[in-house]
């Protein structure tokens, strides 16, 4: 089993930056792939960014390329969420996942993944 544990969420006003991290745990030589998805209220979960082990392939969302980073930390397994240029509408719980080997078309398809964590709220103030 693989436990997947977020933090790092808060307030911040719009245009500010936030960080977020994500840990997998326990049997965490099966993850090959992290990523982040978020649901705002009344709203469908969405894909955010996903980080790949295989060749370091990245995905983004288009609502925040060139605003959103995701890095993986060091060699362990876990990665950040470099969030910048925030705006109201990031506001949402985000979700941290963790999956085996995630094909690059499909890393923004939250079914790959097996093992998610609670989620953290951020809130983006005008």
């Known amino acids: 089993q693989v436990r997947v544990v977020e933090s790092g969420g808060g307030l911040v006003q719009a245009g500010g930056s936030l960080r977020l991290s994500c840990v997998a745990s326990?049997?965490?030589?099966?993850?090959?792939?992290m990523a982040w998805f978020r649901q705002a209220p009344g709203k469908e979960r969405e894909f955010v960014a996903a980080?790949?082990?295989?060749?370091?392939?990245?995905s983004y969302a288009d609502s925040v390329k060139g605003r959103f980073t995701i890095s993986r930390v060091n060699d362990k397994t876990a990665v950040y969420l470099q969030m910048s240029s925030l705006k109201p509408s990031d506001t949402a719980v985000y979700y941290c996942?963790?999956?085996?080997?995630?094909?690059?078309?499909?890393?923004?398809?939250?079914?790959?993944?097996?093992?998610w964590g609670q989620g953290t709220q951020v809130t983006v103030s005008s």
């Open positions: 980080l790949s082990w295989s060749g370091g392939s990245t």
């Open positions: 326990g049997r965490a030589l099966a993850v090959y792939t």
């Open positions: 996942a963790a999956g085996g080997i995630v094909y690059q078309a499909r890393l923004n398809d939250g079914d790959e993944y097996d093992y």
